[in-house]
C-alpha cells in the first residue's frame, strides 16, 4: 500500500490511534510521536506504541498510513524497547501544552496541537512535522476528541481560522540544562532578534522557562536585553546566577545601565559582582554608582567616541573600530583637549563626504551644547525638547567631558513619569 502525498494529519486525530500489522493485528496504540532535534528537527524519527508489554518506538519509514486513514507496519520485527537515552524530543510529552517561541512572529505562545505531513513514497522520511497549531481549531479538536467519529472532528475543526506556525519558525523551551545539550536545542535564533523583541519575549515567559531562555544566551546578548527588561525582572533573571557570570554580563552593559542595575541590588551583592569584574570596567561603574539617579550623571554612559581637537577625517575610523560601546548610538565624534575640556563636536553625516585631511574642528558645530553633571533630570528633559537633541555630553565641575546623556534615556525617564 502506498501512503497519501503530502497529506495533512494533526497529532490529537494520530494518538491513540491503533497500529496493525500487515495482517491486520493490532500491535500496540500510538503514544507519542518521537521527533529529532538538532540539524534534523522535525523529522519523525519514530512512532511510540503502548502494547500490552509496556512502550516500543518504531522507526518512522516502517510506518505507513493505509487509504482508510489507519497505521500499519510494513514489518512484523519493527518494535524497539523504548529507552531514555533517543536524543528525541516528544510531541505530547514535551510540547502539547507547552509554552514555545515564535521565532517568525517574535512571541511567546502555547501549542494546543501539532501538524505533521504524510511525504511521497520516495521520501527518506514518511512523516514530517509541518507546524504547530496554537489556536482554537487545535483546542477544538482535543476538547471533542472521543465525542466527535475522527472523520466529522476532522471536518469541524477545519472551520476554525487555522492558527499555525511553521516548524522551522519554533523554538522549543527546555528547562532541564542537561536535556537541552542532550537535545542539541539551542536559541542561536534568539541571539539574531532586537534586544526589545527578545525582552519582550522574556517578559511573556513563565519564570522556569525565562530562565532557561536567559541562561543560554551569551554574554553580548543577555548584557543588550538585561538593559531593555523592567528593573524587577532584571534582579528575578539574575537570581540564579553566580557573581561571575553576572559580572562577565554587566561588563559587557553599557555602563550607565549597569551602574543602575548594581544600584537596584543590596549592596554586599553589588560589591560581590563588582569585585569579579575587570578593573578598568569596574572603576567606571564604581564612578557612576556615586552619582545622584536623578542626575544627568545619573543616567549618562561613559561610552563616547572622542579625538584631539587637532584630529581630522582620516582618524574616525581607527576610532570607531576600537570603539567598545555600541556603535548604533554613536551620532558624533566629539574634541576634547589635552585637559579633555569640550571644544566641539562632529555630526556623523558630515564625515561622509569630508576630505581625510580635513580638520575635524572644521566640520564641528560652532555651538557646542553640554549640561552639569548634577543636572536634575526634570531640567534635563527640557533641554533635549527644546533643542531636539539625539545626545548631549555632560561636564564636571572643572568643564572636563565625564559622559553622554542619549535620548533613549530621557524617554525612558519620561515614561516612568506617567
Not at 8 to 26: F, K
Request: charge should be negative; glycine fraction near 6%; hydrophobic fraction near 45%.
Amino acid at each position: 500500500m502506498q501512503p497519501r502525498t503530502t497529506a495533512r494529519v494533526s497529532l490529537t486525530a494520530l494518538l491513540g490511534m491503533p497500529v496493525t500489522d500487515a495482517q491486520g493485528q493490532i500491535r500496540g496504540r500510538l503514544k507519542d510521536i518521537a521527533v529529532a532535534t538538532g540539524p534534523d528537527a522535525g523529522k519523525v524519527a519514530g512512532l511510540v506504541l503502548k502494547t500490552r508489554t509496556g512502550l516500543f518506538i518504531v522507526p518512522s519509514q516502517e510506518v505507513m498510513e493505509t487509504p482508510a486513514g489507519t497505521l500499519e507496519l510494513r514489518s512484523s520485527g519493527a518494535l524497539v524497547p523504548l529507552k531514555d537515552e533517543g536524543n528525541y524530543l516528544y510531541l505530547q510529552q514535551d510540547l502539547i501544552d507547552r509554552q514555545i517561541i515564535d521565532i517568525h512572529g517574535r512571541k511567546v505562545v502555547r501549542v494546543n496541537d501539532v501538524e505533521l505531513e504524510w511525504m511521497g513514497q520516495g521520501a527518506a522520511h514518511l512523516l514530517r512535522v509541518a507546524e504547530v497549531e496554537v489556536g482554537i481549531r487545535g483546542a477544538f479538536r482535543r476538547i471533542f476528541k472521543g465525542f466527535l467519529p475522527r472523520a466529522k472532528l476532522e471536518v469541524l475543526s477545519r472551520k476554525f481560522k487555522e492558527r499555525g506556525i511553521p516548524w522551522q519558525f519554533v523554538d522549543v523551551i527546555e528547562v532541564d540544562p542537561a536535556r537541552r545539550v542532550k537535545l542539541r536545542i539551542e536559541y542561536e535564533r534568539l541571539a539574531e532578534m532586537h534586544p526589545s523583541d527578545l525582552a519582550e519575549i522574556l517578559e511573556d515567559l513563565a519564570p522556569a522557562e525565562r530562565e532557561a531562555v536567559f541562561t543560554s544566551l551569551d554574554e553580548d546578548v543577555a548584557a543588550e536585553t538585561l538593559e531593555e527588561v523592567d528593573p524587577r525582572l532584571q534582579k528575578s533573571l539574575l537570581e540564579r546566577l553566580d557573581e561571575e557570570r553576572i559580572a562577565d554580563i554587566i561588563e559587557e552593559m553599557d555602563p550607565g545601565a549597569a551602574a543602575d542595575l548594581l544600584g537596584e541590588l543590596p549592596e554586599e551583592q553589588s560589591d560581590a559582582i563588582l569585585e569579579e569584574m575587570e578593573p578598568e570596567e569596574r572603576q567606571e561603574v564604581s564612578e557612576l554608582l556615586e552619582f545622584d539617579e536623578h542626575s544627568a550623571a545619573g543616567c549618562m554612559t561613559t561610552d563616547f567616541v572622542y579625538l584631539a581637537v587637532n584630529a581630522t577625517v582620516a582618524q574616525v575610523g581607527p576610532a570607531l573600530r576600537s570603539f567598545d560601546g555600541d556603535l548604533e548610538r554613536v551620532t558624533e565624534i566629539y574634541l576634547l583637549d589635552d585637559r579633555r575640556i569640550l571644544r566641539g563636536s562632529v555630526p556623523l553625516a558630515r564625515l561622509v563626504v569630508a576630505q581625510g585631511d580635513t580638520r575635524l574642528l572644521v566640520l564641528a558645530e560652532p555651538r557646542v551644547l553640554s549640561c552639569p553633571a548634577d543636572l536634575h533630570q526634570d531640567e534635563l528633559a527640557e533641554m533635549f525638547d527644546k533643542y531636539n537633541l539625539h545626545a548631549l555630553p555632560v561636564v564636571d565641575t572643572g568643564e572636563r567631558m565625564v559622559g553622554v546623556v542619549h535620548a533613549d534615556h530621557v524617554i525612558s525617564f519620561l515614561r516612568d513619569k506617567l
